[in-house]
Nanobody, 114 residues
Framework: QVQLVESGGGLVQPGESLRLSCAASGFTFGSATMTWYRQAPGKERELVAQITSAGGSRNYADSVKGRFTISRDNLKNTLHLQMNSLKPEDTAVYYC???????WGQGTLVTVSS
């Protein structure tokens, strides 16, 4: 079955970086548009970034443009989110989402705090 497993979350200070990963299985990863979402405490889940199957098109939420980079390794069936210059408002659970099958990962918590 389709599985998405996130990793790489943690506690960092403002201005630091983190790299999230999402290991995918159970579908043809290289043919799928993939996305990252996040949900902060008390807020709705929001789209952070999206990447098309071959990586030719990437889109970002305005709040993360210039700081976050979505990428993928189709040989390793892995999706990444490089997060630089992190801010306290980036604190959230980050989810990998396969829109074509409407499948979510379990999420990984990112906490940005001094």
């Amino acid at each position: 079955q389709v599985q998405l497993v996130e990793s790489g979350g943690g506690l960092v200070q403002p201005g630091e970086s983190l790299r999230l990963s999402c290991a995918a299985s159970g579908f043809t990863f290289g043919s799928a548009t993939m996305t990252w979402y996040r949900q902060a405490p008390g807020k709705e889940r929001e789209l952070v970034a999206q990447i098309t199957s071959a990586g030719g098109s990437r889109n970002y939420a305005d709040s993360v443009k210039g700081r976050f980079t979505i990428s993928r390794d189709n040989l390793k069936n892995t999706l990444h989110l490089q997060m630089n210059s992190l801010k306290p408002e980036d604190t959230a659970v980050y989810y990998c989402f396969l829109p074509g099958r409407k499948v979510w990962g379990q999420g990984t918590l990112v906490t940005v705090s001094s």
